[in-house]
């Protein structure tokens, strides 16, 4: 990763959700990174948030935009 290569959060919600957008991204070539503070915590030893802790899916700023288009479009598809 390079200077210029910034992480910008792309999307907040459920576990679940943020594992099905991370799937779609990757068919899409869009590399991606997820973070969830409780798994984080237990990892690290001292605890976390609480259960109903949401993960964050963050993309690299030259992908934002594509990656805002494959978002509206996971969101849409639910209603």
């Known amino acids: 990763m390079t200077k210029n290569e910034d992480l ?3 999307y907040t919600g459920s576990e679940i959700n943020v ?3 991370k799937e779609i991204l990757d068919d899409n070539q869009i590399t991606s990174l997820i973070k969830n ?3 984080s915590g237990l990892t690290a ?9 949401e993960s964050s ?3 690299f700023s030259n992908n934002l935009e594509k990656a805002k ?3 509206n479009e996971f969101l849409n598809s639910f209603e």
């Open 45 to 53: 030893g001292f605890g976390g948030g609480y259960v109903e802790a």
């Open 37 to 39: 503070d409780l798994k």
């Open 57 to 59: 899916i963050f993309v």
């Open 8 to 10: 910008k959060r792309l």
């Open 19 to 21: 594992n099905i957008l």
């Open 69 to 71: 288009i494959i978002l």
